[in-house]
């Protein structure tokens, strides 16, 4: 027996968030049954229908790709452009968790784990997202500070946990920045250097905790490890897949 609302995000369906909005709204059925009641408890055999549809219930899947520039991160793209959707080679419903631009590179995990997901995502879980951002100019001690005692974005106030310079190029006019953050904003990175007056010619994203593109050329990608995964959960203070 299990919740219903951790049964859902682990179909793959949605956050677990999202899940408990449905259940609430009466739009979650159990063996038949309209269930509004958060944590209830359902077992392995109980058909779970969403808005009448039968959820399934998968294996979960994880992979790490090395995101090329050029390909939507979306599961679908209306103007039938690629998707990272695409690039992996699954009979399961994955998704990407989080954005990358499309001319963003870099390190992008997919899954079909809604709870895992949204564990990756939420600011307060805490993971690092490391970027390299080649900014046009020589960036300067005041937009450092500035970026780590935050700017403002859509009303609230944004920071990097962290910000190196890697290299100032005064001779092609650019600087190499690695910037962290836990947050996964619309073009974060980008409106961050924009509102400190930088712009940001190139974007790759090198790390999501301690997960790198090391081994994977531009559009490789690999499944993580259960450790991998484990770790994850570690690092966000969360107890391993009992939350
Ligand atoms: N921030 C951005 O501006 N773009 C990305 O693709 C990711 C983070």
């Not at 944590?39 to 992979?63: A, F, L, P, Q």
């Not at 937009?143 to 100032?168: H, N, P, W």
């Not at 712009?199 to 490890?225: C, H, M, P, Q, W």
């Amino acid at each position: 027996m299990e919740r219903l609302q951790k049964i859902i995000a682990n179909s793959g369906y949605c956050s677990r968030r999202k899940a408990e909005e449905l259940i609430k709204a009466g739009k979650v059925k159990v063996d038949g049954k309209v269930i509004t009641e958060l944590g209830t408890k359902v077992s392995d055999k109980s058909v779970i229908e969403i808005n009448n549809e039968r959820i399934t219930r998968e294996e979960k899947e994880y992979y790490l790709l090395n995101k090329p520039r050029g390909v939507v991160t979306t599961t679908s793209d209306d103007k039938h452009r690629k998707t990272v959707v695409d690039l992996i080679e699954t009979d399961k419903r994955i998704y990407p968790v989080g954005r990358l631009d499309y001319d963003t590179t870099g390190v992008i995990i997919l899954t079909n784990d809604g709870e895992f997901a949204h564990m990756i995502m939420h600011p307060k879980s805490e993971i690092d997202k490391v970027y390299i951002a080649k900014v046009e100019g020589i960036i300067n001690g005041e937009a450092i500070r500035k970026l780590e005692t935050g700017v403002e974005l859509d009303q609230v106030v944004v920071k990097a946990s962290r910000v190196k310079v890697r290299k100032m190029d005064h001779k092609t006019n650019h600087s190499l920045v690695e910037i962290t953050i836990h947050e996964g904003k619309n073009h974060q990175v980008k409106r961050m250097f924009e509102k400190v007056g930088y712009r940001v010619d190139k974007l790759k994203r090198e790390k999501i905790a301690f997960l790198t593109t090391k081994g994977l050329n531009s559009g490789e990608y690999r499944k993580l490890s259960g450790k991998e995964v484990s770790k994850l959960y570690v690092l966000a203070n969360k107890k391993e897949r009992e939350i």
